[in-house]
């Protein structure tokens, strides 16, 4: 019998973890009878975690369930803001690193990188930064100098960015200002190098707010008319509204001039806007760190397996090098679903159909057959996936 490898799940960085604790130790205030000169930075979050879990679970319902408390000014004291950091910034994080680890083993993003002396890094609608802190992390082998920007109108969040950022490599500097009031000549690509614009958990709150996507719009047009090299990371959440969403936006992506490289291995219009009940989002599996673990345990909840709506466009010099480089990979479909099947006799209740994507067309090919399962996301690779 032939033997299927599972699938290996992925860890974050461990510079990202030793950073990340740090802040979690500089802000966590702890019971009487604890010194935090006489505990390592991994001990201070653990019990961190352990006492701001009510605090972690209010949040987690608000952003869940009670989406009509979101505010600005619900991330503008302390407390929430160490609920935040210990609750969310990792998953974020984590679901950032396997967007841009996936664009790698495609790609070979970080050599073709390579080719640019600097970099000019915004982070736009910061949060505490875990959207940057996990670029910094992936591209600082590859390029040495640049500039990163943080953006954010609350200043709390922006205090914790800055200190996220604290061993950043580059010069960070940071913007107390709504994205409806960014000042678009700021950002221009540099000499011979590469603008990188990250949003976590932005653009689905931007719906009823017409003048902030103009404005980023704006800024993202001007990269593609002028032909600069810029990529744009999108990381939002993986439910049906907002992903359906984020699938329209791709195809405004395109015709201003970028070129989708993840999920998507072309720039065709999408062809899952065309089917009503699907939606197109991603998924992985990694070994959560003890504070995600301890989470999890108290809110009843498994983020092993972790979910977003992720995109990744470039433009200018960079979507010429990675298409030139790429050009031979004409047989990889995306897997963007996985329905099972009990119509099939002879065959158990887990059997499945992936869902593909290739060419601005879906097609459906057996599950099982092609080694360990695909999950949403990740590439198949095959001449013909109507073979049965």
């Known amino acids: 019998m032939k033997k299927i490898q599972k699938n290996k799940n992925f860890s974050l960085p461990k510079r990202l973890l030793s950073d990340w604790e740090a802040v979690v130790a500089k802000r966590a205030k702890l019971p009487k009878g604890h ?14 975690c352990k006492m701001e879990i009510k605090n972690i679970t209010q949040l987690w319902e608000i952003f869940t369930q009670e989406r009509e408390e979101l505010t600005r000014n619900l991330m503008s004291d302390k ?15 984590a679901r950032m690193q396997f967007t841009l680890d996936r664009a790698e083993k495609r790609y070979g993003l970080l050599e073709i990188l390579k080719g640019y002396s600097n970099v000019s890094i915004n982070d736009l609608g910061c949060g505490t930064g875990a959207m940057s802190q996990t670029l910094v992390n992936f591209i600082r082998p590859s390029i040495s100098e640049g500039v990163l920007h943080l953006t954010d109108a609350i200043g709390g969040l922006l205090d914790c960015a800055r200190e996220i950022h604290e061993t950043t490599p580059y010069d960070v500097l940071s913007h107390r200002k709504p994205l409806e009031d960014l000042p678009a000549d700021r950002f221009a690509t540099p000499e011979n190098g590469v603008a990188i614009y990250t949003m976590g958990y932005v653009w689905n709150e931007l719906d009823k707010n017409e003048k902030a996507r103009a404005k980023l719009m704006e800024i993202f047009s001007h990269h593609a008319a002028q032909d600069e090299a810029a990529m744009i ?38 062809p899952m806007l065309e089917r009503n009940r ?14 995600t673990f301890h989470v999890d345990r108290n809110l009843d909840l498994d983020h092993r397996k972790l979910s977003t709506t992720s995109m990744i466009f470039v433009c200018g010099s960079l979507a010429e090098k990675i298409l030139n480089k790429n050009s031979a990979k004409e047989e990889e479909h995306v897997v963007v679903g996985r329905p099972q099947r009990q119509d099939h006799k002879n065959h158990s209740k887990d059997y499945f159909e992936y869902l593909l994507c290739k060419g601005g067309e879906i097609t459906k090919a057996p599950g099982g057959k092609y080694g360990a399962p695909k999950k949403r996301g990740e590439y198949l690779f095959m001449k013909d996936p109507s073979q049965r």
């Open 35 to 48: 010194n935090k000169k006489e505990m390592s930075n991994e001990e201070i979050s653990s019990l961190a």
């Open 79 to 93: 407390a929430t803001i160490i609920a935040y950091l210990l609750g969310f910034h990792l998953s974020n994080a």
């Open 233 to 270: 990371i999108l990381v939002d959440a993986a439910e049906q509204h907002n992903s359906r969403n984020l699938m329209a936006l791709r195809d405004q992506f395109v015709e201003i001039g970028y070129q989708p490289i993840y999920p998507c291995t072309n720039s065709l219009p999408c």
């Open 278 to 291: 699907d939606w197109c989002f991603s998924e992985a599996e990694w070994f959560r760190p003890f504070a």
